[in-house]
């Protein structure tokens, strides 16, 4: 009986098909709209109900109708394709904000194409000129160092979205973390637990990020009336082997310390391994805290305090703006904002 059903299904959507290929027509006539709706939602510029939408996909599925992006492109002046400057493919944060790029551009018919600009301005200039050239229909930059007239100058020729940045200009569209609230949660959180000797594993200056959450750390200093100690804020770079060697320096250097507080995660890991190395353990005799809250943060032995930054709905909320964009809709995303996430990497300072 099954076998029957499924081969009538069949013959009715072959029916439907005809011998040729699908078109947006006969997707059009089997939901019951026009051609243009269905053109227009699958270049993601429709505006209708997510009932119209589902019986648009409905019908879709149902004749196996595949897209072709030259013809689209060629009818509506676009590639269909974003362009994505990340600064390094291989970094976790940036990994997990890729991906929430992808996830967004993918239902909407958009594919990314990914370049990484290395944290040097040049290169992140070079990669734009590579995506131009690849007549990408916008472009996301995720941070990256290229000047604030740079970035936009560029808007000026084609939709632009940078995160990491506070911006305005005609086509550009930016998303900012606040990161000076997220360095105050996390020092305040390890004062709230009792301690005063808070080191301080700073990300690379060059960065805003980095610059903000040490002001944030040093906020709190502040608000707690406790003195600021230069010595206790040791640069970092970001990734776990800084971590590990800010270690090696504050306790080469006899500097007294009960906490930690890292710029990101991965430096707040290559510190616990420092740690463990000298035979101190997290967080009894060091409590530690990073930033970022990775996925892999839950994991960690002990799992990690950090503060919460998501790079995954980052991702996502910037393709979606760039969508918004393209339809000539003011963007409407916003950053949630900076959050603790408690765990047993930090305890009350003991004694």
């Known amino acids: 009986m099954t076998t029957k059903k499924r081969s009538r299904t069949e013959k009715q959507s072959s029916k439907e098909r005809g011998n040729g290929p699908v078109t947006i027509g006969m997707v059009a ?10 053109s227009r939602v699958l270049n993601g510029t429709a505006v209708v109900s997510d009932i119209k939408k589902q019986v648009i996909d409905n019908a879709i599925a149902k004749l196996g109708f595949v897209p072709n992006p030259i013809a689209r492109g060629l ?73 604030d007239q740079a970035l936009k100058g560029y808007a000026k020729n084609q939709p632009l979205v940078v995160t ?67 010595a206790l804020v040791i640069p970092g770079e970001y990734h776990e082997l800084s971590g590990l060697l800010a270690v090696d320096h504050l306790l080469a250097t006899n500097r007294r310390f009960t906490a930690i507080f890292a710029a990101n995660d991965q430096m707040a890991v290559g510190a616990a391994l420092g740690l463990q190395r000298r035979s101190l353990r997290v967080p009894e005799d060091v409590s530690v805290v990073g930033f970022d809250d990775l996925p892999t943060s839950q994991y960690a032995i002990p799992p990690l305090t950090s503060v919460q930054q998501p790079a995954y709905e980052l991702g996502r909320l910037a393709a979606s703006a760039m969508l918004q964009l393209l339809a000539d809709t003011k963007p409407t995303a916003e950053v949630p904002a900076p959050r603790l996430i408690a765990r047993e990497s930090s305890r009350r300072l003991q004694g």
């Open 29 to 38: 006539q089997v939901a019951g709209v026009s051609a243009s709706t269905v």
């Open 75 to 147: 009818a509506g002046g676009r590639t269909f394709s974003i362009g994505v400057v990340t600064q390094a493919l291989d970094s976790p944060f940036y990994g997990a904000a890729m991906r929430g790029v992808e996830d967004e551009l993918l239902p909407a018919g958009y594919n990314a194409l990914f370049v990484s600009g290395h944290w040097d301005a040049a290169a992140e200039a070079r990669c734009i000129d590579v995506l131009q050239s690849r007549r990408v229909d916008g472009i996301v930059v995720l941070t990256g160092r290229l000047t």
């Open 164 to 230: 990491g940045r506070t911006l305005k200009a005609p086509g550009l569209f930016t998303l900012n973390f606040d990161n000076f609230e997220g360095g105050r949660l996390a020092t305040q959180h390890l004062i709230q637990l009792g301690h005063r000797r808070i080191a301080f594993i700073t990300g690379d200056a060059g960065h805003p990020d980095a610059t903000e959450r040490l002001g944030g750390y040093r906020a709190a200093l502040k608000a707690a009336g406790i003195a600021f100690d230069q």
